[in-house]
């Protein structure tokens, strides 16, 4: 069924090309030789044998190879170091893939040397939900909300569940999935995003689902693979070959045997596909030792089916004489629109929960829900969700959450009282009036870095590994441009991160110890033939839905 079709305008399919019409090659033939085929259609770039300044130090992230980062401003988001964590001039010795030592005039030895003086210096972020299967189908969707409202407006002719969920979503191909995961994974890892919870309900087969993780591990990023559904099938009746959720045994076995590796698997525990699915994938997930990740937000009735997994309202049965219940090995995304109720029961049992607010906020799935977590003493990590809507860019998350949660606590003050004090009986003063009781303090920026940073490592499971500058850990490190001319001076260090710096201040980024992209540029990677590739893809799945391509629809 195409996205016309499902919008009321039924369409003549009787001409829409195949894959083989369109002339693409496909590159993974099933999900065995996906490295293989990689290979031969050169989507990665061979460094040269002795790299030079151009392509950083060599043989980076190998046993016993050492390098020292100097001279940066250093901010570890580790607050049990000295200073805080942070250094307004430091060093940080790598070797291997983990963290030696961080602090002023590090001896290394003959340690290679990256020059890190103008820069700062930090731990990559860390984006606790991103749908990278999305990657082709990049802005189609802009001013969409969640499901169409019958206003008849562009918002509702966009909307993401008919036009994604249950229109691009169920065409995809292995070799589609794979080329999403892939380029996304590295335009995220090129924002300075070393760690992905990828949520790809694109598993349609266990081909697909093969793809979405061949791909993961290819970017050479940390991530969570997260084998959520097969969209669609359940609804329009599609996809045969869909194995959800029984397919995550296999899929950890064959996948996910080893810890000590860059992926690692989460359970999608989705509530809104029915009482069964959630049993079976919950119950499947904790007895292979998942965590469970779900959405959980405003629509789809899934308030009441969180209380009921809150232990309110009878519970949840789970047909044997048992319960399935909300437990500290649960990641729930939004959270928007649920029960005080349910929220006590979420932070009692210690869940986790990751707030996409650009999203949220433009998609109707309710009001980011900061205030709620801080009014609990809880904190979020942040996900960037769907970049059929928004950009992926993770200095736009830090900036929506602070911009969110201080709009909102700001007007609360203006509203609590007039502003017409005198100081000294002379001159118009800025007295304010007395705060409201409970009135939630304001975000700055310290608490959006460490949303992004150490509370999504602890959110995925990760860290011991990962989320702060803290040796012993593994070295997912990125160095921002502070002489950039968007943000030189720099007066205030996370202040000119959070509020000044993008994508172009991210000139270094380092995953396990080994550099992944320098001054500016990814390594290893033909871009120009993944964007050849990304586009083939992208044209199938608009002529399999049967979507004109129209660039200003």
Known sequence: MCILCIQGKPQDHSGSPSGSQLGRRDFLKASTATAAAAAGMGLFAARPAAADDDDGPEDTGKRGRRYIIRGGAVMTMDPSMPNKGEFAQADVLVEGKKIVAVGPNLHAGGAAEIDARGKIVMPGFVDTHHHQAWTAIRSSIPDSILIDDGSGTPSAAQNYFGNVLLGFAPVYRPEDVYISELFGGLAQLDNGVTTVHDVSQIHHSPDHSDAAIKALFDTGRRAAFGFFESAGANILGTNPDNQYP???????????SSSDQLVHMIMGGEVYLGDPSTVASWTLGRRLGLQVAAHILSPFGIRSILDRLAGLNGGFPDGKGGFIDIRSDNLFIHMTGMSDAAWNVVKDK?????????????????????????SLHMEPSLSTDVETNMTADFFTQMRSAMTLQRVVVNQEVLNSGDFTTFVGGVSPGSAWPPLPPGTLPLLNVRDALRYATINGAKHLKLDHKTGSLTPGKEADIIILDATHINVFPVNHVPGAVVQLMERSNVETVIVAGKVRKWKGNLLDVNLGRLRRELENSRDFIFSKAGVPQNLFR
């Open 350 to 374: 210690g869940a986790q929960v990751s707030i996409a607010f650009p999203i949220e906020m433009n998609m109707r799935h309710g009001i980011p829900p900061i205030h709620k977590m801080q």
């Open 246 to 256: 029984q397919d995550a045994t296999r899929i950890q076995t064959r996948w996910f």
